[in-house]
């Protein structure tokens, strides 16, 4: 035999396993596709799972936020007799800092959209509340602060902290 009839041969002998090859690649690649398909269903229904109670739980700590940062709320629980402006003024915005850097992770599990609300109601009462100390005259005391503060409150037609609540389950809803 010559050198150029097994060069011949060992071409042959290789494209037929090649087609061999490929045409059983051919006949099991769906079964193969289906096979990692199933598998990541699998893992995305685990990951939910897991991912599910974290976003929900989210949704109620920036319900509980919400509700915490709401002036009628906060005067309620800030509030002592003889209260002075800057002490009251001092502690609610001390109170709303405090309570957003607490829920700050919770952005992680919720819709961009529904955070960003979230935030932006948390700058706009501090600026609510800067706004009232501002109005006041420089004697005034924690009790003109929280009427200056209800009175705006009950000057908005729909009420900002409803809203977000609304808003918030709104987005617990679309998990389901």
């Known amino acids: 035999m010559d050198i150029q009839q097994?060069?011949?041969?060992?071409?042959?002998?290789?494209a037929g396993i090649f087609l061999a090859?490929?045409?059983?690649?051919?006949?099991?690649?769906?079964d193969i596709q289906h096979f990692f398909d199933l598998k990541a269903v699998e893992l995305n229904k685990e990951s939910r799972s897991h991912v599910l109670p974290l976003r929900l739980q989210a949704h109620e700590?920036?319900?509980?936020?919400?509700?915490?940062i709401n002036p009628a709320n906060l005067?309620?629980?800030l509030h002592q007799q003889g209260i002075s402006i800057g002490a009251l003024q001092g502690g609610?915005?001390?109170?709303?800092?405090?309570?957003?850097?607490?829920?700050?992770?919770?952005?992680l599990y919720i819709d961009s959209v529904t955070w960003n609300v979230v935030r932006k109601l948390k700058d706009?009462?501090?600026?609510?509340?800067?706004n009232a100390v501002k109005g006041l005259p420089e004697d005034a005391n924690g009790i003109e602060l929280s009427k200056a503060i209800l009175q705006h409150m009950a000057s908005i037609?729909?009420?900002?902290y409803d809203l977000t609540v609304e808003l918030i389950k709104k987005d617990i809803q679309r998990l389901f």
């Open 6 to 14: 097994i060069s011949i041969d060992v071409i042959i002998l290789f």
């Open 21 to 30: 090859f490929m045409a059983i690649y051919y006949i099991v690649k769906g």
């Open 61 to 68: 700590r920036l319900v509980i936020f919400v509700d915490r």
């Open 75 to 77: 005067l309620v629980r």
């Open 92 to 107: 609610i915005l001390t109170e709303i800092r405090s309570e957003y850097q607490h829920n700050i992770t919770q952005q």
């Open 124 to 130: 706009d009462t501090i600026a609510m509340i800067t």
């Open 157 to 160: 037609e729909e009420n900002p």
